[in-house]
């Protein structure tokens, strides 16, 4: 994503070159103050800078810092980079449909990133891109890897993490899932696969998941563990949660009604 800027006065430079000499990718309106010595005059300068496009704000009082040089005046940001200096001090993810792509589940491009996280849910536009933050149960975080682009570490969900994430929140028909699930499971580590499904505080996911795995033909003992998970929950689910209908065959193993 490009971002391009304009003149700054001496004051809006002052603090951008600062901030760069001592490294600082984010500003807070406190390093302002701090330099400045004056709230009111390090508010003007902050307003000022981000309504010209050399800071972009990520939350109140948190700024990130647009190089000074930059090739023909414009700079180019990650959207990962930007979505770990949002969520910073926060234990978070990018998930769902941000890593269906990644991992290719979906050929389809994302226009939000998705950032799963134990605070808050909310939506905010950086930088013209849409990133939302969803609130998750502390039981859904695991399956968390990190990697580094730009000297960040960025947190993802793993291919089984994510894999568990697209059964439980799917993009497109449901069918889908079925189809994700078929190509996927000869180049993912089944057993932590299996451990991640077994762990996810929604039994319905399971159930769905443990019966697509069998019609695809999983091996026996990997559906064993995940059936013993089932095993105290009676209640039956429908396969395809976006069809209202409760009408079709049952599967009396994964207590699934196949409504499609």
């Known amino acids: 994503?490009?971002?391009?800027?304009?003149?700054?006065?001496?004051?809006?430079?002052?603090?951008?070159?600062?901030?760069?000499?001592?490294?600082?990718?984010?500003?807070?309106?406190?390093?302002?103050?701090?330099?400045?010595?004056?709230?009111?005059?390090?508010?003007?300068?902050?307003?000022?800078?981000?309504?010209?496009?050399?800071l972009?704000?990520?939350?109140?009082?948190?700024?990130?810092?647009?190089?000074?040089?930059?090739?023909?005046?414009?700079?180019?940001?990650?959207?990962?980079?930007?979505?770990?200096?949002?969520?910073?001090?926060?234990?978070?993810?990018?998930?769902?449909?941000?890593?269906?792509?990644?991992?290719?589940?979906?050929?389809?491009?994302?226009?939000?990133?998705?950032?799963?996280?134990?605070?808050?849910?909310?939506?905010?536009?950086?930088?013209?891109?849409?990133?939302?933050?969803?609130?998750i149960d502390k039981r859904k975080y695991y399956g968390v890897q990190q990697i580094k682009i730009e000297d960040e570490q960025i947190c993802i969900s793993d291919k089984e993490r994510t894999l568990v994430d697209f059964i439980y929140n799917p993009v497109g028909s449901f069918r889908s899932i079925e189809n994700v699930l078929q190509s996927q499971i000869k180049q993912i580590d089944l057993n932590k696969f299996m451990k991640y499904l077994q762990r996810f505080p929604v039994a319905a996911v399971r159930k769905r998941a443990g019966y697509l795995l069998e019609k695809i033909g999983c091996e026996a003992s990997a559906l064993k563990r995940l059936r013993k998970s089932i095993a105290g929950d009676a209640t039956y689910v429908v396969l395809d949660p976006n069809k209202k209908s409760r009408k079709g065959t049952v599967s009396k193993e994964w207590r699934i009604i196949v409504n499609r």
């Open 56 to 135: 972009l704000q990520l939350q109140r009082g948190m700024y990130l810092l647009v190089p000074i040089k930059a090739p023909n005046q414009q700079w180019s940001f990650n959207e990962f980079v930007l979505a770990a200096l949002w969520m910073r001090g926060i234990p978070y993810y990018i998930g769902y449909f941000t890593m269906y792509n990644y991992w290719g589940f979906t050929e389809q491009i994302p226009q939000t990133i998705f950032v799963l996280n134990k605070k808050r849910s909310c939506e905010k536009v950086i930088g013209q891109v849409l990133f939302k933050a969803v609130k």
């Open 1 to 54: 994503m490009i971002n391009s800027y304009t003149s700054i006065s001496k004051d809006e430079l002052y603090l951008v070159s600062r901030a760069e000499y001592e490294k600082q990718k984010l500003i807070t309106t406190a390093f302002a103050v701090k330099l400045f010595g004056n709230s009111n005059k390090a508010s003007s300068v902050l307003t000022s800078l981000t309504r010209k496009g050399r």
